[in-house]
């Protein structure tokens, strides 16, 4: 029997690579089906008892087209809708043709209603006061030019009057402003502006000169016109005392990019009639403020761009409820980053957690601590790691309030830089010398992070991207995260919770819903999947259905009960359940934005078990439970919530 002959090691080569190409080709042409049978496998996986009782579930919410707004802002109202303003919504075209929307979305029905909307409050600040309307405050008034859409130098100027004589004198859009060396510059808007004072010292008379503010643009395109040092100009068309009198003058006029600017329109949005109520005007403009009740009821207005995108220098406001009028807080002069984000302490003091969201300087303000309102007093909290990363981050005070800790999340370095961490830290602000410990990390560096406090106490964080809006992070194109956690304060660590489909980064938000949902909306990713293309605002809603959704057996009922409570009240609620309730939480609904949530917490309410029903004690201190609308939650033996009561503390 001859030998096969061995084949050659030519022909051993070729027939190896034919078998490459022949299985490199099946891979491919299956490709789509293995993809499906993975995404059949992860369906299946997700959709399972077992999955969903552990990690809980999301699903998308169906949103009639009508209603896809772009969600900048959200709050969840106490007739249980949420809130969701949009503004112009990031989107030029919209600000220029006067568009602004907010919808109310109703979690009970899956319905949705449009509101109309008078101004462009996207970027605004808000919060709730005492009786449940949403104070919004401050928006756009104008959009960036970047410095490639500038073709004309361009500058504020400052228009001043030394003469108490005349009246008040209007200057329409249009004035002509002129250099030492004529060149010319053109006002951007009327303005009016005010005579001089003339104030008495003694038996002398001082003159003040009044001054208004107003952008010009000059007339001639290109680098001609830009002057790069403080200078004088005069008002075309003045003659004999005024044109001695009244001047201009500009620190710089330059090419530069102009940021958005702030609007000093407010509004009350009333939860029952359903719409803005208009309010007195803010003493400054402010673009990205923080908006936070004071345990006086009061609320007080802190940081944010003004009408020429120039950050605010510490001129914080504060709006008087009863009268429904703003005043200037001269005496709580503090500069801030933009959105910076306060919790109210339990002795009335705010705790800046270090986060901010946007603008600001990189020196002034980033530093977290205790700001005293009685005397503009402010002590640095130490402690925290990265503390160069905390703009995007977001802060929680954990639950219980009492406990008085506040939890911060990932965030990122300041301005567009795609670096972000996953670090977190815990404050103790009941400890005699407050300092921020390490908490557990996070699985990922991110910013942006959504926060939200469950009645069970654990604390759901979802989203997030770990570069600069959902853009290039380590070689990737895109960043948005997709996976989720719950935080349980009790552990000191993260639990893995089921991810969701739809990335947020920037301009998004999440909210616990009265039912015990999470709903998650927005994000304004910079770029589009390739990482080339400018990216579209994400209009697609998704709600989270936490563990305790899907355990086995009724959720506990709270029957009845009074609709109103006071501080250190002690109060009987009926229920079925009172032999398996182990804790009352009364939740504080969130009003967020930009990952900033000054409203969101927890108050433990002490528990007696009675035969039909359980006795809960309110605390004394409006530091602990600002007045306000919040869900009251009975948690039974298994964590398993009740669905919130509406409960409105006085
Ligand atoms: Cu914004």
Known sequence: MNPRPRPTLTRRLL???????????????????????????????????????????????????????????????????????????????????????????????????????????????????????????????????????????????????????????????????????????????DVVLNPATAMKHGDQTMIHASEVEVWVDAEKPGDGPIVRKPAQYRVEGLTGDDQRNIYGLADKITREKQEYGGDKT???????????????????????????EMPDGNVLAVSGLDEFGRLLPGDNERYLVDRRQWEAAPGLKRQFPTYPAFHIMDDGRLFYSGSNSGYGSDKIGRTPGIWDLTDNSFTPTPGLRNPRMTETSSS????????????????????????????????????????????????????????????????????????????????????????????????????????????????????????????????????????????????????????????????????????????????????PDAGRAVSARLIRPSAVTHVLDVDQRSVALPLLRRPHGVTLTFPKRDGVMPSGWYMLFLVDDRGVPSVGRWVRVR
């Not at 910013?447 to 997030?464: Q, S």
């Not at 927005?522 to 994400?538: Q, V």
Request: charged residues 25%; glycine residues 10%; aromatic residues 10%.
């Open 15 to 189: 027939s190896y690579l034919i078998t490459l190409v022949v299985l490199g080709f099946v891979v491919a042409v299956n490709r789509p089906m293995m993809a499906a049978a993975n995404q059949a496998y992860r369906e299946f996986t997700i959709n399972r008892q077992s999955y969903k009782e552990k990690y809980g579930h999301w699903s998308r919410l169906h949103v009639p087209d009508s209603f896809r707004v772009n969600a900048i802002h959200a709050a969840l109202l106490h007739t249980g809708k949420v809130l969701i303003i949009a503004g112009s919504g990031n989107n030029r075209e919209a600000f220029e043709a006067g568009t602004f929307r907010t919808v109310l979305f109703d979690p009970a029905t899956d319905r949705f209603t449009e509101v109309p909307t008078p101004t462009d409050v996207f970027c605004a600040g808000h919060t709730f006061l005492g009786n449940g309307n949403v104070l919004v405050a401050g928006g756009t008034k104008s959009y960036e030019r970047l410095e490639k859409d500038i073709t004309h130098a361009a500058g504020v100027m400052k228009l001043k009057n030394e003469s108490p004589n005349g009246g008040p004198r209007t200057f329409r859009k249009g004035t002509t402003l002129l250099s030492a060396d004529n060149t010319r510059y053109r006002t951007r808007a």
């Open 396 to 575: 929680v005070l954990l639950p219980p309030a009492q406990e008085q800790k506040v939890m911060i999340f990932g965030g990122g370095a300041v301005g567009e830089s795609p670096v972000s961490t996953a670090r977190t830290d815990i404050i103790d602000l009941n400890a005699p010398r407050p300092a921020y410990r390490p908490g557990p990390d996070l699985p990922k560096p991110v910013r942006y992070l959504n926060a939200v406090i469950l009645p069970d106490d654990g604390v759901f964080t979802t989203g997030g991207s770990s570069g600069y809006r959902g853009g290039p992070y380590r070689g990737e194109a895109r960043s948005d995260l997709f996976n989720s956690q719950i935080y349980r304060p009790r552990a000191n660590r993260f639990e893995k919770a089921a991810d969701s489909t739809v990335g947020r980064n920037y301009h998004s938000e999440a909210i616990l819903l009265p039912d015990g949902r999470v709903i998650t909306l927005g994000s304004d990713p910079l770029y589009d999947e390739t990482g080339r293309n400018p990216g579209s605002f994400e209009k697609r809603i998704e709600v989270y259905s936490p563990p305790y959704l899907f355990k086995k057996g009724d959720r506990p009922t709270i029957t009845s009960g009074p609709r109103e409570v006071s501080h250190g009240s002690v109060i009987h609620f009926p229920t």
């Open 266 to 292: 407010a509004y009350e949005f009333d939860p029952t009639t359903e719409r803005y109520v208009r309010v007195g005007d803010m003493v400054k403009h402010r673009w990205y403020p923080t908006l936070t």
